[in-house]
């Protein structure tokens, strides 16, 4: 298998001035010519045979590399910097204590399961590599469309109800700017761009899938043109294997849909507002095993229907890996029209986050901003390896994007097991008496320097039986 792969990706070039590509992360707008490239910075064997590692532009840090490996026992990998010397290497997720060995400046490591590895040098986060170590691939998947590996442009896919479309490894699927004829979707959204149907969608549909190794790629779109993926009203969604680039919208929308499977999907981005998984209005949702790093939140549910629609209920996230440059890693946010209750998010490990934006930011979240009440939400076994805002942060409260006069309430609240740098604080904030944040748990909180229970640094207003559970008093 991984013969198969050492070539997947040979029509893609190292950049032509990889100092300007980078440079391109700091622009939060516009479309770019060049992209996505063979990694400068990184080479990469697997059991000694080399791999293809691709690079892009995000926030900060120059250019992220990254690059997929099919799992298997006993696996060696070997990392080797190309733009400097490795004095240190830093392993995330740190909390899978994933055994590696830095030897003249060449990193060995060695994965035990599928997750997504994030390797860091010398203390720093510039021109880091991501090694997704893919689970076993489904086989003989029948596909309606199917892209096979080379480059390949569209315009829109709407699919139907029971099609498959497959993305193969070594594929790149670029979404083409919208032509003069084609009819927008809104012809003035709040920032006053045109928006169009995004790159692949469906709607009112049963049972499809998009699946396969390769990648969906938007970096050549004008800010706003088009999502990558949407899927409204829909039941029975699968999508999985497949790696989002370049977005000039949010990525991965979940639309009043009902039973929905995500899993392993990997999203790089740095464009403002291209936001990672948003889970609207939705229920019986699991998402799970994925990498995201993006320019806007990470994973977050939002509930922008009033009733009678559902809000949001019986959605999990677990497993994923986040890196935030922005704004919220997990959590509830912002938009709140409707009531969003048992959501869980577990087991998921933040390698970085550094939200700058606004006050309602951080790596756990329920923020409130409409009527809605949150409730029932929870933040199981999280490992925050950095931060440098608010580790937890509930607030009710409005912002640009409220639109009912009405406010809402955050209730019943645990945060369990939560391991975070110290000196990081947290805010549970409501909004008057009678709009309160009540009922929340804090049952276990550990700094990542020791293994002793702690009592977290809190600013609380409007905030009523907020209580810490240490288990060593």
Same mark, same amino acid.
């Given at each position: ?13 190292? @950049? ?54 099919? &799992? ?52 720093? &986060? ?12 489904? /086989? ?27 993305? %193969? ?61 949407? &899927? ?30 995500? !899993? ?37 549910? /939002?509930?922008?229907? @009033? ?6 209920? !019986? ?21 709140? %029209?409707? +009531? ?29 901003? +409409? ?23 509930? %607030?009710?409260? /409005? ?21 975070? @740098? ?39 207003? &409007? ?8 288990? +060593?008093?």
């Amino acid at each position: 298998m991984l013969s198969l792969l050492v070539k997947t990706y040979d029509f893609i070039k190292p @950049p032509e001035n990889p100092e300007a590509l980078a440079a391109l992360g700091g622009n939060a707008f516009d479309a770019a010519s060049e992209y996505l490239v063979r990694s400068p910075y990184w080479e990469i064997t697997v059991n000694g045979t080399p791999m293809p590692v691709l690079a892009l532009p995000v926030t900060r840090g120059g250019l992220h590399s990254f690059v997929s490996v099919p &799992f298997s026992e006993g696996l060696c990998v070997e990392a080797v910097p190309l733009d400097r010397t490795a004095e240190s290497a830093s392993l995330s997720p740190l909390r899978l204590n994933t055994p590696h060995e830095l030897t003249d400046s060449c990193i060995r490591f060695f994965p035990a399961e599928a997750s997504h590895y994030c390797l860091q040098l010398n203390g720093d &986060f510039e021109n880091p590599l991501t090694v997704s170590i893919q689970p076993p691939v489904k /086989k003989n998947i029948a596909g309606d469309l199917v892209f096979e590996p080379g480059i390949h442009y569209i315009d829109t896919i709407t699919l139907q109800s029971h099609q498959t479309l497959i993305i %193969q490894e070594g594929a790149v699927v670029k979404a083409l700017p919208p032509s003069s004829d084609e009819t927008p979707t809104c012809e003035k959204d709040w920032a006053g761009k045109k928006n169009y149907r995004p790159a692949i969608e469906a709607c009112g549909v049963k049972n499809i899938t998009v699946t396969g190794g390769g990648i969906l790629d938007l970096s050549g779109l004008d800010w706003h043109d088009r999502s990558p993926m949407a &899927f409204r009203e829909c039941e029975n969604v699968t999508v999985e294997g497949i790696t989002i680039i370049g977005t000039p919208l949010w990525n991965l929308i979940i639309d009043r849909c009902k039973n929905v499977h995500i !899993n392993n999907v990997r999203l790089y981005g740095h464009r403002e507002n291209s936001d990672g998984i948003d889970i609207v209005s939705s229920q019986d949702i699991l998402v799970e095993n994925c990498f995201l790093r993006t320019g806007d939140d990470a994973i977050c549910v /939002k509930a922008m229907q @009033p009733a009678p629609v559902c809000g949001g209920r !019986n959605i999990l996230v677990q497993n994923c890996v986040i890196w935030n440059d922005k704004v919220r890693c997990l959590g509830i946010t912002s938009e709140t %029209q409707n +009531d969003i209750e048992q959501v869980r998010f577990r087991q998921c490990d933040i390698v970085r986050s550094f939200p700058t934006w606004t006050e309602e930011i951080g790596s756990l979240c329920v923020i409130v901003c +409409d009527r809605g009440t949150a409730s029932h939400i929870s933040f199981e076994d999280i490992f925050i390896e950095h931060e440098v805002h608010y580790v937890m942060n509930c %607030q009710i409260m /409005k912002d640009r994007w409220s639109s009912q006069p009405e406010i809402g309430h955050i209730r019943d609240v645990t945060f369990r097991n939560i391991h975070a @740098p110290k000196g990081i604080p947290s805010r549970f904030v409501g909004y008057d008496k009678e709009h309160m944040v009540r009922n929340v748990l804090i049952d276990g909180y550990f700094y990542n320097e020791g293994q002793s229970p702690q009592s977290p640094e809190t600013t609380q207003v &409007f905030a009523e039986n907020i209580v810490v559970r240490r288990n +060593d008093l």
